[in-house]
DNA sequence: CTGTTAGCGCTTTCAT
DNA sequence: ATGAAAGCGCTAACAG
């Protein structure tokens, strides 16, 4: 069923089919009605590749996730990371793909995390298949910046860093230097002196922007920072376990009484290393994570975090987005960040 | 740039550029190379929208779950469920995409869990946007299946139940049954008599399986069913919690020797329960799990679980149904069984 | 082997 | 207010 077999059902052109289904201005309401009834009754849908090749916008949405699925340091037959090893790349797509459908949008979901995908990413962006980039992952990369920028898509970037603005890029970030800032100044109101901080992947903006947020605050309160304090992690389960061992390998004779832990995963398996050798926690070490993953909460119902809500940022940026899409000017846009809140639960206390 | 270009460049006509591009067989290698040689100079790619609508396939594979996202009867604005919940789901989606990507095919995410999105949904599949669908989530709907089928839209079921085959549907498969019968034999063969089942979801194609294999092996080894040592969980972190919770409340003076807990997720919170509960695992009780999450396995190292290769379902379904789209001939594919394995790791012991 | 031509189903000027 | 006609960029049947 197209649109001519509705104008000739309807006695009208397909001209005027094509007015009622666009909502055009001038056009009488008996007309409309009178089409539209043909529409309902058929359960007609204009096709959307046809509207798409004639020049209106598909309504479909990128959502481009930067990760490594490998790393190849480590070992490069065994996958370390992929996207459900994270919960927050797993409820962005969630939301985002929810936030999307609740507008009439559809989410392509595409990995890229190789040079070929690289190549892909740029035919996609070229193409009129997709109206708009969602780009995550953190790691901004100048190849892909290059490729965004010259094929004038629309782009809404999620807590990455950019030094720059450009036409078609706009940006959503979450509050993670002012969570992080918090989080460190909540142990310090605690009575805490001895702090020390597992970042997360520095490679990504949201890990830098938590540990410069924790180096500012213990300054800012006159404490000095201790090197050995400072362990890198990467945001996975395991390296909280890793990271929480290398800071206790690093001071035994001097260990901190307290902890801001860059995301409730690596909190998960840190506080089970710190059990494993006896530590009580909140008692002897006090703990705060990040991000309020729901994930993390059923794991240990008790821990002390600041909240990332996915949720909101998701929508925000598909909203933006679609808005940007429609709107085609960024400056009508507001590019506030979403707001980190404290979550007080169980796990600090004053040092002994 | 468009083909016309490339040909006037070239020095031929549109169609020429055309075959070129689709790779025709009676073209000359001079020509071919010509042509060739002006498409990389210039980056042209083919609009792909214009090639749909000319009628070309579509490099899109829709990818639908359905699942829910609130559990009405719990707590009506509270959401229970998403998508990053689940770990089969969330590996699904990694691997479904990776796999049509690593095949030229492009992944479009949709969340069915209302009835407008049911609505969608079949818009979707009415339209030339997807040339196929890969559906999971284990609840097959009636009314979402009446529409695949009026749609012809060639699809793949995931671990779905079906009764009857139809023209357009094709199955992937993994051991859920046989798995889950293993699992019970290997409890029996350590020596136990007294074996109880944690469920999955048992709305759930893959959690029916399961607990059917379970009734299965206890009958086939003469041991006797005890309906307080099976209890229904859904496959969630908590409800592995409660469910343990149950059990044990139920079955206080006569607790079981070794438990089935329907996947790792469960087990994860099971397990903590017991500790809790002054429990030594696998001293006390024995348990083995299902699917072999590498989540769970970073959590809890030594978990005895039967592999269900979700990376494997992924890329067999997506293989298939490329296979399906091209062509058009199901009976040319093959729907075998993705194996499952026993995992022996350190939560099976001979009962006390 | 290759060019010409007719669509694919829709939107959108242009004309009335 | 509405119909006729052109065109979006491509593929494919037809002709030679």
Redesign the interface.
């Known amino acids: 069923m197209k649109s001519e077999d509705i104008a000739k059902l309807a006695g009208v052109s397909r001209s005027t089919v094509s007015r009622v289904i666009n909502n055009y201005p001038n056009i009488p309401e008996k007309t409309k009605q009178k089409v539209q009834a043909v529409i309902d009754k058929y359960g007609y849908?204009p096709?959307?590749?046809?509207r798409?090749?004639a020049g209106k916008k598909?309504n479909?949405i990128g959502l481009f996730i930067f990760d490594k699925?490998y790393n190849k340091n480590i070992d490069p037959n065994n996958p370390m990371y992929?996207?459900?090893?994270s919960?927050y790349l797993?409820?962005l797509?969630?939301y985002v793909?929810?936030a999307a459908?609740n507008n009439?949008f559809?989410?392509?979901?595409?990995?890229i995390n190789s040079q070929s995908?690289k190549n892909?990413f740029d035919?996609?962006i070229?193409?009129?298949?997709i109206s708009g980039a969602i780009i995550v992952g953190g790691e901004t990369d100048k190849e892909i910046l290059g490729k965004i920028i010259s094929s004038k898509i629309k782009t809404v970037f999620i807590d990455e860093y950019l030094d720059g603005e450009y036409d078609n890029i706009i940006h959503i970030y979450s509050e993670n230097y002012e969570g992080a800032y918090t989080a460190t100044q909540e142990l310090i109101k605690a009575g805490h002196k001895k702090i020390a901080h597992i970042t997360g992947n520095l490679k990504k903006f949201d890990a830098r922007e938590r540990l410069r947020a924790f180096k500012d605050c213990l300054i800012d309160n006159g404490i000095k920072l201790n090197k050995n304090y400072i362990i890198e992690g990467d945001f996975s389960?395991?390296s909280g376990y890793n990271a929480a061992k290398e800071l206790y390998e690093k001071n035994k004779n001097n260990m901190p009484t307290a902890i801001f832990i860059a995301n409730d995963l690596m909190a998960?398996?840190a506080i089970e290393y710190f059990k494993e050798k006896n530590f009580n926690i909140p008692q002897d070490i006090s703990i705060i994570g990040f991000d309020n993953h729901?994930?993390a909460e059923?794991?240990l119902g008790g821990l002390s975090t600041i909240s990332r809500p996915i949720g909101e940022l998701a929508i925000k940026a598909v909203n933006s987005l679609i808005t940007f899409i429609y709107l085609d000017d960024k400056s009508k846009i507001k590019q506030e960040k979403i707001k980190s809140n404290y979550i007080n639960r169980k796990t600090i206390k004053p040092p002994k």
Not at 47 to 50: F, G, R, V, Y
Not at 82 to 85: A, C, G, K, P, R
Request: zero cysteines; aromatic letters at 4%; charged letters at 25%.
């Open positions: 849908t096709n959307s590749i046809a798409t090749l598909n479909i699925f992929s996207i459900h090893d919960p797993s409820e797509i969630s793909t929810d459908e009439d559809n989410i392509l979901i595409s990995v995908k892909k035919k996609l070229k193409s009129d298949i389960l395991k998960v398996k729901s994930f059923i794991l």
